[in-house]
Structure formats: C-alpha cells, structure tokens
C-alpha cells in the first residue's frame, strides 16, 4: 500500500496552519465576474463530455488484456499509474486507471461500472462535479474515483448528507477498497475521539457533512485557532494539546448530494458550543409566553413567512413593557424581556412540532428541512432552544457558549481538491462555479428513461388534496405498482398516514422511524406495499424491484407538496425509474400548500377568486404558480446564502485581531 501523500500543484494556495488546505481567500468582485465569463464561455465552446466519452472508449479497449492480468499484477499497476494520473487531473491521462480500477470492481463486487461510471469517476478526479441521474449508481462512481486518489496516496474524504448513507456506503464499497490493499474508515456522529480519529487515519474516510466541519472545528479549537505547524510542534512538546487532532488535512473531498450539502445546508453556519452554568430559570420562560400568547399578530407583531423571521411593530414593544410591569429580575431590563418575549413569539409561531422539530425521549430535537432527518446534537441559540422546551412543557437545559464557527462555503473551499455528484446542480452551476469553482458537467445516462410522468393537480384545499392522494394510491395499487408518497414534514406524513387509513396498509418513513429506515426501503418496492415518507426518501435511497413489479411499470412516486426548490422534487421523483428501470410520477398538490402560501401569496389569492366554485384549477395555474413559489425562494435564499458567508468573514476577521481565527 502506497502511504505517503501525494502533493498537489497548488502554488501559493496552501494555508499556513495546523495541516494541509487550501488558503481561504476572499475574491474581489471584478475576479469573481471574470472568471464567471470565462466559465460560461468555455462551457458553450469547449463540452467536456466528447473527451470523457474517449476517456471510457480507450478504457474499454484495455479491458481484454487487463482481464487476463492477476490480482496482484491489478493492484501493481494501479498504484504505479495513479499517482501521476491524479496529480495530472485531466480525462485525457485517465483511461488506463479507470480500466484497472474498473477490473477491481468487477472482481471485487461483481459489478462491471458502466462507461457513464467511469465518465462520472475521471470527473471527480480532475475536480469538477458530475451531475448524473438518479439511479445512475453514484456510490460505486464514488467508490471508483476514492479508490484511485487512495491509490495515489491522496488522502480522500467521501461527504454525505446522513449517517445511515456513510455507513451504507462504505459498507457496499469495503470490498473494492479491500482488493486494493486499502482500508476506508466511516465517521457518525457519536463515534468516540480516538475511533474518530483511526478513521480519519485512512487514505479514504466516509463521513457526513455535520460530522466533519465539527470535527474540523474541534481541531482548530484545540489547537487554539489559526496556528502555524512550528507552534503546534511547540505545544505537543509542552503538552499544551488537550488532544491529538481528529484530521490530517484537507486533501480531496467527494461531496456526494453536492447541491444539498453545498447549496441547500448553505444559508446557515455550522457553530461548535459547549455547556456552560445551570439550566435558566423556567418560570420567566414559561411567564415569556404567556405575555407572547396575548399579543396580536399585524398589530403587536409581522412574521415574515418567506424569510420565517419576526419583528415587533410599533404597539409591540410597549405592550411588552406594560405585561411585564411589576414582575421585578429581567423583566425590568427593556433589552432582556424583548429578548425573551421575541424569542417566545418565535416559538409559537414560527417553529412547529413535527414540522422543525420533534420531541423524542423528553427532548426538543431539530429537524433538517431538506433532507427530513434529526440533526442529532444540534440546538437553536440565543435561547430559543430553552424557550422550545419551554412550549413543550420539558426540562430546561442549560445555555450553549459559542467556540467556533464556519460557513460550509468557506470550509469546502479549503480543501486543497472539491470534487461532488448529485442527481440536480443544473439549475445552481452559476452558483457552485462562483462561490466553489466548480464547472458541473452533465453525463449522459446509461439507459433510456422509461419514467411514465401524469401532469400534475391542484385542488383547492388539503381535505380535497388527502382525497385525491388516497384516490391515486389506490389506483397505483390495483395496477400492481408500490407506490411511494411524499410529504415535505413530519406532520404532512402523519396527516397522510391518517388520510390513508388501516384499509391501505402503509408505512412510515420520518424522522420519528430513521431507526427502521433501511428495513422500510428494504420492502418499499415490493408488490403492494404503501411508504409515506417525507424527504429522508429522497437522496440516496435505492429501491429495488421484483422482476413482477418491472413488469406491471414500477415504483409510482407521488408528490404531495412542492418543495422550495425543483432540485428537491426531482430528487424525490428520481426514486423511480432508475436505471433504465419503468415507473410512474404524479404530483398532486393544494392551492393553501405552505411554499404558495409564503412565497406566493398575492398570486395565490389571485387564483382562488379567479377560480372561485371550482375544486380543482387548470394545469396552467399550477405552473404559474409554482414558478413564481419557487422562484422567489431560490433568489430569496441565494441571498441569504450570500449574507450569511460575509457575516461569516467578516466575523472571522474581527476575531484575527484576537488572534482567534477559524
């Protein structure tokens, strides 16, 4: 096994730190709308599929001799090419490996990778993203390129959005990585220091997103910041360290979901904290929203739905003073008892049980609105998580103080190669080229599409929705399709559940059930079954089908309810069809839907006067309407994105000046 680190050829982009990465620097404006021009103009002049569809070509024509080769004589070759065909990063020097690593997989799992899996892995390689359909097998394109970089010694980190999937994933992929004499480690969220660390300590290391921009952060905290190697050498000899680092660097990450985790997870930064003192006391907590239940929305208080932020209006503030008078402690300081009764005001109105949050085992636990899942571990600041259990009638846990934080933007960007994969980044590549300088390239898929797609219905109401989806389900069952139904929340799912009833036998698949996850995907494309899932369903969940269910046209994918952005829907509906595979799409929706409702709202009063009597309006008016829904929250939330990466930096300077730098 080839231990040592391939250097890369990165110039004076290397940072002077703790360990290898990319320096994080802030691009002026005029350099940024450059190179945007430059991209757009070598994307119309210069494709890049026709070189990697030569690439796979010549690959193939090596198969023949490298098929009468020996496992040893594989594993030879490979690590001997591969150092020079990474550091060169360009299709063109690819095909030799690709069609030894092919070789492997095909020995080692039984699997011969598709000429679009090895397009998809040379693009990982030289740094881009590839965008391929869904179902066009994605993890072993990833098993394909991560063992390459381990072969050429690049110490490889593969970034996906859950636990389940890394473990998964690794798990499928142990067996290619093992022919080739390496070893990958995973990373979950509760794993321990030192076991965190031996897998990190792998050339390839399967890991989520939250998990290692945290342990990330607990390096640059233990190591005290922004500290060059000479003083970290300084520290481990006086025992200053308080543990040894979890990471090594930041070499090559293949982000996989790479518009979720990028794009998505992007409007909000990743902040480290620690307990400190005793819980607060729960009576002003609980005397906060009692006084935020008396006040008014539109006279005392504005939400803003699109933005789901609050403020007072100008009646607001002295109401608050007038309600808390007499009451003595904070509620006689004006900046505390606004604080508290803001953030009760929050709580009631803004986050919504089994919608942002869920209370498992006596405790308030975030949810993940794009991928559906619980972020275990993570908690709201400014005491809006006390005030949450407050509402919930639970114990008060004591206060967070803030150690460190980062933007996904500017942590990806510190790895020395940014490589991902996702079934949906056309309608972001600007975006991803700007702010990570990724080109995305869009493969061909390996088989035709056979997906049967029904336009799309918009009824007036949810109790005319939930008829319909009841009414679909049981025409999808009776022609012999299981059928997939999904909800954007936990409450959506539970509503469904209700609708259906004990007639249809259903499953449930949210962040209530992720522990029975895989045996619920396990059976979700069988004969007859039912799954109700919300969008933990919708990335990286492959669902297989009997050869019966093949023959009556598949999985059938119902949408219940658009998303913010049309990635996530064609993620969802990419659970079927797969691989060349038949299925049905229907999506059937309501006018009071939430995105409509928040994004949307003149056009949607506009609708239901103008359609006023009808229970159902024209396929037209879903179109418009959901264009303008999605619309206004995809420019509403690159904006927040951009925000929230310069307070991000301008917050890491004013900490340079304390010597605290992340």
């Not at 890049?48 to 198969?63: F, S």
């Not at 490298?66 to 690819?94: K, M, N, S």
């Not at 918009?458 to 022609?479: D, G, N």
């Not at 997939?484 to 449930?508: C, F, K, N, Y």
Request: charged share 25%; hydrophobic share 45%.
């Amino acid at each position: 096994m080839n231990t040592a680190t391939l250097p890369l050829d990165i110039g004076d982009a290397l940072a002077h730190g703790i360990f290898p990465e990319r320096r994080d620097v802030d691009e002026p404006v005029h350099d940024r709308f450059a190179r945007g021009v430059v991209w757009r103009l070598k994307r119309r002049l210069i494709p890049a599929v026709p070189a990697l569809r030569r690439m796979a070509h010549e690959a193939g024509q090596r198969e023949a001799e490298i098929r009468q080769q020996t496992d040893q004589e594989l594993r030879r070759r490979l690590f001997a090419a591969a150092p020079a065909a990474v550091q060169a990063g360009r299709a063109a020097g690819l095909a030799d490996v690709m069609a030894l690593v092919r070789e492997g997989a095909r020995r080692a799992l039984g699997k011969r990778p598709f000429d679009t899996q090895l397009m998809g892995a040379a693009v990982l390689i030289e740094g881009r993203l590839a965008e391929m359909q869904t179902g066009e097998g994605k993890t072993l394109t990833a098993g394909l390129a991560a063992t390459v970089a381990g072969a050429a010694g690049l110490p490889t980190h593969v970034v996906t959005v859950n636990d389940y999937l890394a473990r998964r994933d690794c798990e499928l992929m142990q067996p290619l990585f093992n022919f080739f004499g390496m070893a990958a480690g995973v990373v979950w969220a509760t794993l321990e220091h030192e076991a965190k660390r031996a897998a990190y300590q792998r050339p390839i290391t399967y890991c989520t997103n939250q998990s290692l921009v945290f342990d990330y952060l607990r390096d640059r905290v233990s190591a005290g910041g922004r500290v060059s190697p000479a003083q970290m050498q300084a520290r481990l000899l006086h025992g200053r360290l308080p543990q040894p680092l979890l990471l090594h660097g930041l070499h090559f990450a293949i982000v996989d979901e790479a518009d979720s985790i990028l794009i998505d997870e992007a409007r909000t930064p990743l902040i480290l904290s620690e307990k400190q003192g005793q819980p607060p006391d729960a009576a002003d907590y609980r005397q906060a929203l009692a006084i935020a239940a008396t006040l008014k929305p539109g006279e005392h208080f504005s939400i803003d739905a699109a933005r789901h932020s609050l403020h007072f209006e100008a009646a607001g503030l002295p109401a608050v003073r007038e309600a808390a008078a007499g009451l003595g402690g904070i509620w006689g300081v004006a900046r505390g008892r606004e604080q508290l009764v803001g953030q009760a005001l929050r709580a009631l109105h803004l986050f919504h049980r089994d919608q942002h949050y869920v209370v498992i085992d006596g405790t308030v636990q975030i949810v993940d609105e794009y991928t559906g899942r619980v972020l275990e571990g993570r908690s709201w600041e400014g005491g809006l998580h006390q005030m949450m259990e407050a509402k919930e009638g639970l114990a008060l846990t004591e206060p967070a103080r803030t150690l460190a934080r980062i933007t996904f933007q500017r942590f990806f960007c510190r790895y020395l190669r940014l490589a991902g994969m996702t079934g949906t980044a056309a309608e972001v590549a600007a975006e991803l080229n700007q702010v990570y300088r990724l080109d995305v390239v869009r493969l061909p898929t390996h088989q035709p599409e056979q997906r049967v797609t029904h336009p799309p219905r918009l009824l007036r109401t949810q109790a005319a929705k939930w008829a319909a989806v009841r009414e679909a389900v049981a025409q999808e069952l009776a022609a012999g399709r299981p059928v997939l139904v999904g909800t954007r929340s936990v409450r959506a799912s539970l509503a469904l559940s209700a609708a259906l009833g004990p007639r249809q036998v259903h499953r449930v698949l949210n962040a209530r059930q992720d522990e029975e996850e895989a045996d619920i995907v396990a059976t979700a494309g069988e004969s007859g079954a039912v799954t109700v899932a919300t969008n933990m369903a919708g990335r990286g969940t492959d669902i297989h089908l009997a050869d019966a269910v093949k023959r009556q046209g598949g999985l059938a994918v119902l949408l219940t309810e658009f998303h913010d952005s049309a990635r996530i829907d064609r993620q969802l509906v990419g659970r079927g069809a797969r691989q060349g595979d038949p299925g049905v799409a229907r999506a059937i929706v309501a006018l009071d839907d939430e995105i409509f409702t928040a994004h949307a709202a003149t056009l949607q009063a506009l609708l239901g006067r103008l359609f006023a009597g009808r229970d159902e309006l024209p396929a037209w008016a879903l179109a418009l309407l959901r264009r303008a829904a999605q619309g206004h929250a995809g420019r509403l939330h690159a904006a927040m994105r951009r925000r929230t990466l310069k307070a991000d930096r301008q917050l890491d300077n004013l900490l340079g000046f304390a010597g605290n730098q992340i």
